[in-house]
């Protein structure tokens, strides 16, 4: 495992094979203030939509990784059942600190939605997924529908929604000052998220320990916790070195305490670590799609 990207880790190769795809459109542009703000978009081979929609953010740790490497793979096969894919780049920690990844993230949302005629998506079903620094960045997508200060209309489709009807978490961080903490309390490490250099410190902007610890919440989806939090699944590996378990735990109680214990699901992959066989295996991913396939069905 490299900790200078924290990448979930797989057995997968590096990017996915995209030439037996016969429908899609790769590198769209869906903002112009950065040329990070692209995306890539697939459709099912078979069927006319229109089409739910599973929106996959990427991880690595906010500074690294991309829309194209091996993460999105899992969630391909999703065309197979009938959903239409769009995998989104967004602006790092290196570029900007939060909350640009948050805004980018529901500004691809806003562009497919106002697109969603031309790219035979149905706008009223769409999911965001991802893992690890992703899952973060979708649960915070799932959490704060119509926070101003998480959003910027001037990125373009202003009077669309930005709000999505379902949301999957793998291993995401969901609250930056108590990971070393619970790290060090599981035995596992290193614990070194809140020294200056670490990913949660550069994408907040300076060393979280030291930072106004209001300003270090605004990024943890706890924080936004309402009743237009749609259903959300979260998986974490119990033995995860990178981002403890406790943090999907933390989240998923913190859910239930206040919307009830039907608007969350959380499992913990028994001997898993941070991403790997565990989440991609087959069985796995059928119970994601039927998650999906259940929230986003068109008689919902």
Known sequence: MDRATEQPSSHMPSEPELSHIRRKWLDVPYADQSPAQQMDLFL???GEGPFPLIVHIHGGAFRAGDKRDFQVSPWLEGLKRGFAVASINYRMS???????????????????????RQYTLDPSRVAVVGGS?????AEMVAVSSGIAELTDPGLGWADESESVQACISWFGPTDFLQMDRQLAAAGLGPCDHDAPDSPESEYMGGQITILDPAWVQRA??????SDNLPPLYLQHGSHDHLVPMMQSRIFAEAIETKLGAERVRFEILAGADHGGPEFIAAENMD??????ERYLSASN
């Not at 290196?94 to 969603?116: H, M, Q, S, T, Y």
């Not at 620094?133 to 960045?137: D, F, T």
């Open 44 to 46: 099912p081979d078979e």
């Open 94 to 116: 290196g570029e900007a600190i939060f909350p640009a990844a948050v805004i980018d993230c529901k500004a691809a949302i806003r562009f497919l939605r106002g697109n969603a």
């Open 133 to 137: 620094a992703g899952g973060n960045l």
């Open 220 to 225: 943890n989806p706890i924080t936004y916790i």
């Open 287 to 292: 119970k994601m799609f039927n998650f999906l």
